[in-house]
């Protein structure tokens, strides 16, 4: 049994990862300052934090007597506490920087300076966006060599060229599943941020010998997302219009792709992480490994609602989104011997099943993307 802390446990992972703790017999310390862009002006629906072997301490990460005070008697840090939103990263770049940054540092620092700490392991939400666009490989000249493209510029996509051609021989190149070895090459200010908080807690563990699973965790969903968070969450997004009878906008030409993990299989994921007998200290994939399209995952939400299909190709674009990717998910099963289960079919089911229960909430896209477009960061 181990008294885990988990910064930022009041949100959607932690939400899950501390119920799935809690049934292992674990014992959960959740700091999280109910951040209102997640959790509204006034957080409601919060009674489970005082469940049996929960301890709630409302405070941020970037204020040390708080972190102090939470660290005390830890055996295992989950971090998950961050700001999210991948184009709103782009203009609050002081901000992402503070609370992943900073609040990963002080993290650290309060471990690097407390002589009886208690900590042996730290595992990170990392997440998929720092490979930016991922490997690629062309299928004509050289199927055999991993290509990194350069994420593409704003006069790209404005021209509507969304696939990456072949330099050498100008066919359209093909995506591969990312592996953990492939280089970083963040594309947006929040996958900066997460970059250097892998950085961080990699230098100061080995510095401090405190294990540690940087978990790259692709696109999340299920039960318990925010669904009024407009920076995040397309299931989010298309689920509001859904229920207020919209047409789905899919951007760029829909078909773009991205690897769709339920949330449940990212917690049991975080679980094998906590609970691993040996050392770790290592970057792991945490996806399906599976890509589907973003008109495909459209089709499946309208389905699982029980709606017809109404879909609308804006030929939209933001800067920073990657075209496509999934994840390589073997060093998930080898080293800590987990594989996701949950399909897209069964997920999206639960997903919109809970979502039917919650309140209708104020729709919000077009108020972000007007935010983007107002700063050139979407065309
Ligand atoms: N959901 C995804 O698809 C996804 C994908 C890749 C990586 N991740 C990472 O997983 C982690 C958790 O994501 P999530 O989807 O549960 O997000 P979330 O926004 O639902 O939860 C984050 C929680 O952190 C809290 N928080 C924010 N700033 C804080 C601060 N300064 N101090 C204390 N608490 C703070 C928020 O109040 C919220 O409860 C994040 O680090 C995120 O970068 C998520």
Redesign the pocket.
């Known amino acids: 049994m181990n008294k885990v802390l988990i ?2 446990g ?5 939400t899950h990862l501390t119920r799935v703790l809690i049934l292992a017999g674990h014992s959960v310390r959740i ?5 209102p862009q ?2 509204g002006e006034i957080p409601a629906g919060l009674d489970w934090l005082s469940g049996p072997g929960i301890e709630f301490m409302r405070g ?3 204020d040390e007597a708080v972190m102090r005070k939470a660290l005390n008697g830890i055996d295992v840090v989950v971090h ?5 939103g991948t184009g709103q990263s782009m203009y609050e770049i002081a901000r992402y920087n503070a ?1 992943n940054v900073g ?1 990963t540092a002080l993290l650290l620092d309060v471990l690097a300076n407390d002589p009886k700490r208690s900590v042996k392991r730290i595992v990170l ?4 966006s720092i490979y930016g666009e991922g490997a690629y490989t062309c299928p004509v000249c050289s199927p055999d060599r991993r290509r990194y493209p350069k994420s593409r510029a704003m006069s790209q996509l404005a021209a509507h060229q969304w696939e990456y051609a072949c330099d050498q021989c100008a066919a359209t190149l093909q995506p591969m599943a990312t592996h953990e070895s492939d280089p970083a090459k963040p594309a947006s200010i929040y996958a900066a941020t ?1 970059y250097a908080q892998e950085d961080l807690v990699r230098v100061a563990g080995q510095a401090l010998g405190i294990d540690y699973a940087l978990l790259r ?1 692709q ?2 969903y299920g039960e318990g ?2 669904l009024n968070n407009p920076y995040t969450g397309i299931l989010s997004i298309f689920s509001t219009r859904i229920r207020r009878g919209q047409h789905l906008p899919i951007f760029e030409d829909g078909h773009e792709t991205r690897d769709f993990v339920h949330v449940e299989d990212v917690a049991r994921s975080f679980l094998a992480a906590v609970e691993h007998s040996g050392v770790v200290s290592q970057a792991i994939n945490v996806g399906m490994g599976v890509k589907t399209t973003v008109e495909g995952i459209a089709e499946h939400l309208a389905d699982a609602f029980g709606v017809q299909r109404h879909l609308v190709t804006t030929n939209e674009y933001r800067l920073g989104d990657i075209r496509h990717n999934f994840a390589d998910i073997n060093r998930l099963q080898t080293v800590l011997g987990y594989r996701p289960k949950i399909t897209l079919a069964e997920g999206m089911q639960r997903f919109a099943e809970w979502v039917n229960t919650q309140a209708l909430p104020e729709d919000k896209l077009k108020r972000a993307n007007d935010e983007l477009k107002a700063r050139g960061l979407m065309g």
């Not at 998950?80 to 999210?84: G, K, N, P, V």
């Not at 939400?125 to 998929?128: E, G, I």
């Open positions: 910064t930022g009041a949100g959607f992972i932690g700091l999280d300052c109910m951040a997640i959790h941020s990460v970037t998950l506490a961050a700001e999210t609370v609040g939400a990392s997440s998929r997460k965790l696109n999340v997302q925010s």
